[in-house]
């Protein structure tokens, strides 16, 4: 998995509770991101990092918000939870050189009631 | 714009045929465009990738074509084998950057024995 930890695994909260995913690098890298997937849909990007404290949006950001204090944390924040985050999470490093692509974690299941 | 629209969705194949997926997108500032495979309970993997500079790519069994005017691009595997039953995304950025991937809706392939 590259280097990559998330966690928690596996989540189940009930809606409208605050739910905080992380997402740990070993190998220092200058981007991570946030993906989520669901049935139908692929993935699709929720924010991004390109350093510490540097973050932008991506395609599905509503209802989420993203932190980076250290370069191998990146953390993904559900403010007030709903039904419809209920999803596969997956946090992805890009390395540099010559392969210079994204690798995938294991993901976080999680299950909003 | 920024859609990647692939099929099909499921794909049965007998062991040593020849399974294909097809891709297709838009942006024509898409200049990467790599295949990710995953297997169930797993994040994404990287199986092979392209650029635009190049028709087809070759690793092993596995080979993406690519058609830049049609703005097309497919993943053949060659003597399939049931190890390879997975899913299977495309997916297509801008190569320098952000590399914010668009993936496309997945393929489930199936090899039987």
């Known amino acids: 998995d590259a280097g990559i930890t998330q966690s928690p695994r596996h989540k189940v909260t009930e809606t409208g509770t605050p739910v905080t995913l992380r997402c740990h690098q070993t190998?220092?890298?200058?981007?991570m991101y946030w993906y989520r997937q669901d049935p139908g849909h692929g993935l699709r990007l929720i924010h991004y990092s390109y350093g510490v404290k540097d973050t932008d949006k991506g395609e599905v950001s509503d209802g989420y918000s993203v932190s980076r204090s250290k370069t191998e944390d990146f953390l993904l924040t559900l403010e007030s939870a709903t039904s419809s985050q209920t999803s596969v999470y997956f946090c992805?490093?890009?390395?540099?050189?010559?392969?210079?692509?994204?690798?995938f974690g294991p993901g976080t299941r999680l299950t909003v009631l | 714009q920024q859609q990647v629209k692939q099929s099909p969705q499921s794909l049965i194949v007998q062991k040593g045929g020849i399974s294909i997926i097809n891709c297709a997108y838009e942006n024509t500032a898409f200049d990467y465009f790599p295949w990710y495979q995953q297997f169930p309970g797993k994040g994404p993997a990287l199986l092979i990738a392209i650029r635009p500079d190049v028709s087809e790519k070759k690793e092993g069994r596995f080979t993406i074509s690519f058609n830049k005017s049609a703005k097309q691009f497919s993943l053949h595997i060659m003597d399939s084998q049931p190890g390879d039953s997975a899913t299977y995304f495309c997916?297509?950025?801008?190569?320098?950057?952000?590399?914010?991937?668009?993936f496309g809706q997945g393929t489930r392939l199936t090899i039987n024995p």
């Open positions: 992805a490093i890009k390395r540099g050189g010559v392969t210079d692509t994204q690798y």
């Open positions: 997916a297509a950025t801008s190569f320098q950057g952000a590399q914010k991937l668009v």
């Open positions: 190998e220092n890298h200058r981007y």
